[in-house]
């Protein structure tokens, strides 16, 4: 990923990813696309009814902003702002693609909007890779109780399962949201943090769908010395992950619990 500036005689600074080629709007398009999948989850999971479309993104990102085109094109036209998300998403890829084409360099914003600048009026400041953002709380404000567990949950929100039983365990839980897409080094991060502030393991609730996953963040919570691992498998069972609890039951030096509900 390029962070770059540009600017003209008649415009201020505009800072953020810089697309110079096809190649650059490649990366950029997975790394947006993976936001846009956490927002349509996040949707989803909203308890807000469908009346208030507009209250379902309080937070700017790309997806909000894309989403609330959605619903105002389906104010005036009608038609589920979901389904027609993929109409403004690809709205704006034709526009970037057309830009690059025609010899333009793009400069993106944090929440997605974008600019194009002529080759001259740019700055390269850096070129570091692409990461999701990490979400994550670290419960340190009693440090007489230190935190015990993180949560990790792949949504925007922790599910109400995990509040009210994670709660009898460890009032004092922390927690990662939308851990889908966080690399190994991110998980290493967060927790190496997690445990220099007291923490002790990792608790789960979840489908067991992603073994990958959830290979990658356990490998990672055990390089960095959290010996404590609760798994809470709510879809039954597969043979993904009977080998999964077999193989973490066989690591020394962990005390490793599951439980099906």
Known sequence: MKIGVGSTN??????????E???????????????????????????????RWDHLC????????????????????????????????KRKYEGMFDSIQEGYCIIVNKVGGWCPFNSDDVELLENVGYEPNMNYFINSRFKDQPTTFINIENDPELEQYTREHLYKLDNKYSYIRNALHLTGDQFDIIFTEFKSKGGKGIWVYTTGMDTDQMRKYTNSAIECGLTEFVFVFNSG???????????????EGINFKYSFV
Request: aromatic share 10%; charged share 25%; hydrophobic share 40%.
């Open 10 to 19: 008649h415009s201020s600074e505009f800072k953020g990813i810089l697309l």
């Open 58 to 89: 309080p937070y700017p990102s790309t997806f909000a902003a894309l989403f609330k085109l959605s619903v105002m094109d389906c104010e005036l036209n009608g038609g589920n702002p979901l389904l027609n998300l993929d109409k403004w998403t």
């Open 237 to 251: 069972t597969n043979m993904d992950i009977v080998d999964f609890v077999r193989d973490c039951g066989k690591i």
């Open 21 to 51: 080629d096809f190649t650059d709007l490649r990366d950029y398009i997975q790394f947006a696309n993976k936001e846009i999948e956490l927002g349509i989850r996040s949707v989803l999971k909203s308890p807000e009814p469908v009346s």
